[in-house]
């Protein structure tokens, strides 16, 4: 497993309004509508309206993001094979 698997994940949304993280690796895209955040359980898109990152430290590994916040997506976590994936291999 890779090291990233070790960084605690959490995920604590306020009201649908504040969306505190941890376990962050990378902001890779951003704007007033969705985040795309890599996460330590792989990638998580924010969806929404009026979206801000207020607080952005990746030496911690934390990020707090503020708006009106409409959606939660992740993608598979990093370094997993899907099933199909792992029935070829």
Known sequence: ???????????TLDNRK??????????PVFNEENVSVTTSMGALIIGGSSLRIDRLSLETGEVEINGEISSLRYS???GRKSLVQRLLS
Not at 2 to 10: A, G
Not at 18 to 27: H, K, P, Q, S, Y
């Open 1 to 11: 497993m890779s090291e990233s698997f070790n960084k605690p994940h959490t995920l």
């Open 18 to 27: 504040r969306l505190c993280l941890t376990g962050v690796e990378d902001v």
């Open 76 to 78: 598979a976590a990093k």
